[in-house]
């Protein structure tokens, strides 16, 4: 027989041992589960850059990396380019070159850098060295000069979508014309391109804006207010053809006023002025002897201006400069003025020669003083006039006809070159005046 109590406490020490048992195996469970969650699950981040870095394993990339084109499905890699022109440098005619400074930005998708922001604290994007990831290959055709950007860096976004902002400041080859100079309007090309990629199936260039929106930021950013002022700007788009293969071009031309006041007051006004006073000594009361002293000053005066055109002006070009025509005309309207000068004093001069001899001859015998004769053998011997001839029996009188006619004839000679003189200056100036208008 067995004992009551201890029955009864044989019935309550098992559901003890049983609970007890359960709890450690309950714990153990939790231990392990919680051990191989956390080896399996995703790290927990600490919010900062260096978690994406890491995430997007970076730091082991090798660099061959960065010269793969990113691209899937044989679609190309597009490129968006915009363009911010922020100062006009220099503009040199001799050499035929023009500096600029501008930003360009760079825009393009890279779907092998993508992270989801909501793992990473909302953080959506990151700044990285240009040399972390691959990046558009691109240079500039008209370059001859220049300096490198300094700001390599690049912004990725979490979608994968690098931003590239970089300024450029460079010397570019332009075909400068300056037939209408210093009234001119000149069109340099800037050719953004890559020919490492083709266009069709690898590398595309695109302009994220229109020319107006681009001009209207431009003019807001523009520094420099010296010679050349931005007038306008266009774009062009193609696909340049090199060993049957297409790469894509974007050019912006840009178009630039010269601003022609230092020109005027320094060049032009000078020479008009100079022409001014040449035509009034032509048309003054002096003396032709002194207008020809003068005239001479004023052209050594008007050369000392071109030396100094000589010195801003290309050494060849297709076509004259308008300015150089206005100047050689000038000049040449100068020479003509001294010429006529020249030969009104020599008309006059000869005028003057027979009618002294032919006065000596033509004087009176009867009007001549009658003095004593004792005074005669004193006095020496005097000049003997010989009589007067009548018209038709001798030289004096056809002499006295042509002086008679050439003694009005000189005024009248002098007026018609004058105004001659003075009307060919006016359809000189008149032409080029129209040239640099049209």
């Known amino acids: 027989m067995t004992c009551p109590g201890l029955v009864h406490k044989t019935h309550g020490t098992i ?101 989801d922001p909501r793992d ?33 860096y690049m912004v990725l976004m979490h979608n994968g979508s ?44 695109k302009t994220r804006r229109t020319p107006a929106e681009i001009m209207k930021d431009s003019k807001s950013l523009i520094l420099t207010d010296g010679e050349w002022q931005f007038t306008n700007l266009s774009i062009i788009e193609f696909t340049e053809m090199m060993d049957h293969k297409g790469f894509s071009v974007v050019t912006y031309v840009i178009s630039m006023e010269r601003r022609p006041t230092l020109y005027i007051l320094n060049l032009i006004l000078p020479t008009c002025a100079l022409y001014l006073l040449d035509m009034a000594v032509l048309f003054g009361p002096s003396s032709l002897e002194e207008k020809i002293n003068f005239q001479i000053a004023i052209i050594l005066g008007s050369s000392m201006l071109a030396v100094i055109l000589n010195n801003s002006l290309p050494t060849s070009s297709n076509k004259p400069p308008i300015i150089v025509v206005f100047f050689l005309g000038t000049f040449l309207l100068m020479i003509m003025a001294v010429l006529d000068t020249l030969f009104l004093l020599y008309q006059q001069r000869k005028s003057r020669r027979p009618g002294k001899v032919l006065r000596s001859f033509q004087q ?23 009589p007067r001839k009548a018209p038709g029996q001798g030289q004096p009188a056809k ?17 018609v070159l004058l105004f001659s003189h003075l009307f060919l200056s006016l359809f000189f100036f008149t032409v080029i005046s129209v040239k640099w208008s049209s």
């Not at 990151?126 to 950007?149: A, C, H, K």
């Not at 009867?366 to 010989?386: C, M, T, V, Y």
């Open 15 to 115: 559901p003890l041992l049983i609970w007890k048992q359960e709890m450690m195996q309950a714990v153990f469970v939790a231990i392990l589960t919680f051990t191989l969650g956390t080896a399996g699950a995703a790290p927990k981040y600490l919010c900062t850059y260096y978690d994406i870095v890491d995430y997007l394993n970076i730091s082991s990339h090798d660099k061959l990396h960065t010269y793969i084109l990113p691209k899937i499905n044989l679609k190309p890699v597009e490129v968006k380019v915009d363009f911010f022109l922020v100062a006009i440098l220099s503009v040199v005619e001799k050499l035929q070159t023009v500096s600029f400074y501008f930003v360009l930005n760079l825009e393009w998708q890279n779907p092998f850098a993508t992270w």
């Open 120 to 152: 990473f604290c909302n953080i959506s994007e990151i700044v990285l060295p240009m040399d972390t990831y691959w990046s558009p290959p691109i240079f500039i055709l008209e370059r001859v000069n220049g300096q490198n950007p300094e700001l390599n």
């Open 162 to 205: 690098f931003n590239s902002t970089r300024p450029y400041q460079v010397t570019l080859t332009c075909s400068l014309v300056i037939f209408k100079f210093p009234f001119d309007t000149q069109m340099c090309n800037l050719s953004i391109a890559s020919f490492l990629y083709p266009a069709v199936t690898d590398f595309v260039m």
């Open 364 to 386: 009176d015998p009867q009007e001549l003083p009658k003095r004593p004769p004792g005074k005669l053998a004193k006095e020496g011997p005097q000049l003997l006039h010989p």
């Open 399 to 415: 002499h006295l006809w042509q002086l008679r006619e050439l003694e009005p004839f000189l005024p009248v000679l002098e007026k």
